[in-house]
């Protein structure tokens, strides 16, 4: 893996973490998560084919973008 291959996996970890954990937040202080309501749809996402297969998509398309912002070459196709 290549240098730019590597800020590339760092960067896009960093921006799931934040946006993941400032959805938490914003739910936690709404009142509109509580004790098991992340597990609960976590297996709920995990089990529906058509939910993960447009988060994969999603993914794909950040991934690619960030690949480009960061330098990467050589992407193979989707």
Known sequence: METSEHRLMIH???????VI???IETLKSQGFVQGGDLEAYDA???SSESVRSEIE?????????AALTCGVKNLPAA
């Open 44 to 46: 709920l996402v995990c």
């Open 21 to 23: 954990k400032s959805l």
């Open 12 to 18: 896009m970890f960093q921006q799931q973490m934040m």
């Open 57 to 65: 998509s999603q993914v794909a398309k950040d991934y690619r973008e």
